[in-house]
Nanobody, 114 residues
Framework: VQLVESGGGLVQPGGSLRLSCVLS????????VGWYRRTPGGLRDLVAT???????NYKDSVKGRFTISEDNVKDTVYLQMNSLKPEDTAVYYC?????????WGQGTQVTVSS
């Protein structure tokens, strides 16, 4: 299973970015897909997840600003990030869970700075 992220970059505070993650297998074959991030301090946090029945879960600090969605035709999961803050700066990783196994992408850097 391969996950390929894209969409990271440098953005000013208050700006927006959309991350994409293309899966090499049908997205419907995974129980949960989602996004995690590793901050400059080294901690890895869950950002948002979506189950195969559409249930979403978000880290408290991103609720109302970030939206996770998926496209079952393109086998792609998205993370729309609005009202970005400097504390959102991190490497963002796509993750997918299937039959007891977690799969990870290579990560994409998001930097929020003026």
């Amino acid at each position: 299973v391969q996950l390929v992220e894209s969409g990271g970059g440098l953005v000013q505070p208050g700006g927006s970015l959309r991350l994409s993650c293309v899966l090499s297998e049908s997205i419907s074959s995974f129980n949960i897909v989602g996004w995690y991030r590793r901050t400059p301090g080294g901690l890895r946090d869950l950002v948002a997840t979506i189950t195969n029945n559409g249930y979403t879960n978000y880290k408290d600090s991103v609720k109302g600003r970030f939206t996770i969605s998926e496209d079952n035709v393109k086998d792609t999961v998205y993370l729309q990030m609005n009202s970005l803050k400097p504390e959102d700066t991190a490497v963002y990783y796509c993750s997918a869970y299937q039959r007891g196994n977690y799969y990870w992408g290579q990560g994409t850097q998001v930097t929020v700075s003026s």
